[in-house]
C-alpha cells in the first residue's frame, strides 16, 4: 500500500489544482473551465462559472461585476485549492461586486492612503501570493442564461490601479 502511494505521488502532485489552472488561461482575466475539469464537472449544472488566477506580487487585485437579479457568489481560494473568503449578491451592496484582496500589508496600506478606490469596495486582506477566484451565477432556464452569460463577460479581474 505504501509503495502504491509513493509511486502516485508524482502524478497527483502534477496534477493539482494550481497545475490545471496555470494551463487554462492568462492571470487576471476570468476565464471557462474545460468541461472535463474536475471543478466544472463537482459544480452544480443550473449554474455558469468563470475562474481567475492572481498573484499579489504584483499588488492586490480588483474583482468587479455588473448589477443583476441572477443570484451570484464568488470564492477566493490560495493557491493549494483552501477557500479563504465568500460573499454573494446577497452580501454586497448594491448586489455589486466589488473586491480587493491583498495580503495584509497592501490592505493595510490601502486603508491608510488617500486613494478613491470607491466606498463600496470590500477589502479582504489574507497572507498569500497567488490565488484564484471562482465566480457563479445562477443560470436555471435558457433566458437566464443568456443573462448569466452576459453578466459573467462583463466581470473582471485586474491589478488594483493606485
Known amino acids: ?9 508524482p502524478h497527483y502532485t502534477r496534477n493539482n489544482i494550481w497545475t490545471r489552472l496555470e494551463k487554462i ?3 487576471y482575466q476570468f ?7 474536475p471543478i466544472r464537472q463537482s459544480a452544480d449544472p443550473l449554474f455558469l462559472l468563470k475562474v481567475c488566477k492572481f498573484d499579489l506580487d504584483n499588488g492586490p487585485v480588483h474583482l468587479t461585476t455588473p448589477q443583476t437579479t ?6 477566493a481560494y490560495t493557491r493549494e485549492g483552501i477557500i479563504f473568503y465568500n460573499l454573494n449578491d446577497k452580501t454586497t451592496p448594491n448586489a455589486k461586486l466589488n473586491l480587493i484582496i491583498g495580503n495584509p ?12 478606490h ?10 498569500l501570493n497567488e490565488g484564484f477566484t471562482i465566480l457563479r451565477v445562477f443560470a436555471p432556464s435558457p433566458l437566464e442564461k443568456k443573462e448569466s452569460e452576459d ?3 462583463k466581470a473582471t479581474c485586474r491589478i488594483f490601479n493606485k
Request: hydrophobic fraction near 45%; charge should be negative.
Open 118 to 127: 470607491t466606498p463600496n469596495s470590500v477589502l479582504v486582506a489574507h497572507k
Open 1 to 9: 500500500m505504501h509503495i502504491c502511494i509513493l509511486l502516485l505521488l
Open 151 to 153: 453578466f459573467l463577460a
Open 105 to 116: 500589508l497592501q490592505i493595510t496600506e490601502l486603508k491608510q492612503s488617500k486613494i478613491e
Open 25 to 27: 488561461g492568462p492571470t
Open 31 to 37: 476565464v471557462d473551465l474545460d468541461s472535463y475539469d
Open 70 to 75: 441572477q443570484f451570484w457568489s464568488l470564492s
